[in-house]
């Protein structure tokens, strides 16, 4: 098993700069192919993008327009989220995510941890 936290998340002017970061615990992030998310209240949770278990990247279908970048720190034991020139459409819950997969799956029935997320504002 593992165990996922994030951080980093918060207030941020449109056009600003956030790094979330997952902490793993329990087992190496490498073991999984891990993903970020992003929920709104009432809406179904969203693939951002993910990372396979090789390292290789897996975009949404709209790769957040080219602003999201994944990375993962398997010394750290822990994986980020980079996000730059943020919209106020970006303000979500961001989740964590682990799955027992090779490859980063978009759907997020396939993933097996998640962690607590933590809330994005973007607002001036």
């Known amino acids: 098993q593992v165990q996922l936290v994030e951080s980093g998340g918060g207030l941020v002017q449109p056009g600003g700069s956030l790094r979330l970061s997952c902490a793993a615990s329990?087992?190496?992030?490498?073991?999984?192919?891990m993903g970020w998310f992003r929920q709104a209240p009432g809406k179904e949770r969203e693939f951002v993008v993910g990372?396979?278990?090789?390292?290789?990247?897996?975009n949404s279908a709209d790769s957040a327009e080219g602003r999201f970048t994944i990375s993962r720190d398997n010394a750290k034991n822990m994986v980020y989220l980079q996000m730059n020139r943020l919209k106020p459409e970006d303000t979500d819950i961001y989740y964590c995510?682990?799955?027992?997969?090779?490859?980063?799956?978009?759907?997020?029935?396939?993933?097996?941890?998640w962690g607590q997320g933590t809330q994005v504002t973007v607002s001036s």
């Open positions: 995510a682990a799955a027992n997969l090779v490859r980063a799956s978009i759907n997020p029935a396939h993933y097996d941890y």
């Open positions: 990372i396979t278990r090789s390292g290789s990247v897996v």
């Open positions: 329990g087992r190496t992030v490498s073991s999984y192919a």
